[in-house]
């Protein structure tokens, strides 16, 4: 069996989660259909052919980065994915279960009414090319493209929203949709922050390691009392946005406890990234992570004050009053 993580809202994992250990109630946590297009339930359809087209001209906006307006779909749409690289990145390619970051539009072929586009929300979108967390179209749409580039695509309702439609973003179970999106990033296993190195200068905290290859930064505890006050400092300061108090996050991340250096919870371990928001997690976290900015590695010391204090959860093999030390990779904003 799988492990879970240990920092999710409790209900779907274990760790650094709200010691009240209930339902995630946090709005920004979710991504709502009319937000994005992910999906309502896992489809069961057979991939699509891949086709070259038809597909409605960008009229406007056509450079990469700019919100682009698509004109009316012209004829009969295809009943397969129609895709077209319409400018080509060079960034890292897209795998399958990748998590994204990029802006997009979406439009319905027939009307060219616009049900969605995150520029206008100023916001791009952050999601995992998954099945069953976003539309299958966007699934064999994106995969092998490259970051960088933008990519326009028509999807029918057999890889879209089926034949019930999405009656909250005005979609029809007949609607074949238009998307252009523009991939900034993709973010996987092996993923890490490239900030800026930082002194790491102070002998009675830990030291963590600054490699930028995919694997597990290294965590040395000195054999020192621990701080009694929460500790957050970078180890490599990226240059990205600001995290908001309310924002959730993509990470990589490691946690041990300051008393052996036992290592107790890890995405590099599961090979898989973690997303949450910061309203979701113990304290330590929340207040660790507020204000660094995105492409960090942070440092973040948690007493047992802001952890689970005499309350940790059960077989974590987290002790009553430990203090814990965790090194996390702010990929991404969601």
Do not use: H
């Amino acid at each position: 069996m799988r492990r879970r993580s240990l920092i999710l809202a409790a209900g779907s994992a274990g760790l650094v989660t709200l010691a009240g250990c209930g339902e995630d109630k946090s709005d920004k946590s979710k991504t709502s259909v009319s937000e994005s297009p992910s999906a309502e339930a896992p489809s069961s359809a057979p991939p699509p052919k891949i086709v070259d087209g038809p597909l409605p001209a960008i009229t406007a906006g056509t450079k990469f980065g700019e919100k682009p307006t698509v004109a009316k779909g012209t004829g009969a749409p295809s009943d397969q994915l129609a895709v077209k690289t319409v400018i080509a990145g060079g960034g890292q390619t897209v795998a399958e279960n990748d998590y994204i970051q990029a802006n997009y539009l979406g439009q319905i072929w027939d009307t060219a009414k616009v049900f969605d586009n995150s520029w206008d929300r100023k916001t791009p979108l952050v999601i995992q090319l998954a099945q069953g967390s976003i539309i299958d179209g966007w699934r064999y749409a994106l995969t092998g493209k490259k970051a960088g580039s933008r990519v326009e695509f028509s999807v029918p309702p057999t890889w879209g929203y089926g034949k019930s439609g999405n009656s909250q973003a005005g979609i029809k179970g007949t609607d074949t949709l238009v998307f252009v999106v523009d991939l900034q990033e993709t973010f996987n296993a092996k993923s890490s922050a490239k900030g800026k190195q930082v002194a790491q200068d102070d002998a009675k905290l830990p030291k963590v390691g600054t490699n930028t290859d995919g694997n597990a930064p290294s965590i040395e505890v000195p054999k020192v009392d621990p701080p009694k006050d929460l500790v957050a400092n970078y180890v490599l300061e990226g240059d990205g946005d600001a995290v908001g108090a309310q924002d959730s996050v993509l990470v990589q991340y490691k946690g041990v406890l300051w008393d052996n250096g036992k290592e107790f919870d890890s995405t590099y371990g599961r090979k898989s990234l973690t997303s949450f928001g910061l309203s979701q997690v113990v304290k330590g976290w929340a207040q660790g992570l507020t204000g660094k900015k995105v492409g960090s590695r942070v440092l973040i010391v948690v007493p047992p004050s802001l952890g689970y204090g005499n309350n940790p959860p059960q077989g974590s093999g987290i002790g009553k009053d430990s203090t814990m030390v965790f090194t996390v990779d702010i990929l991404a904003k969601m």
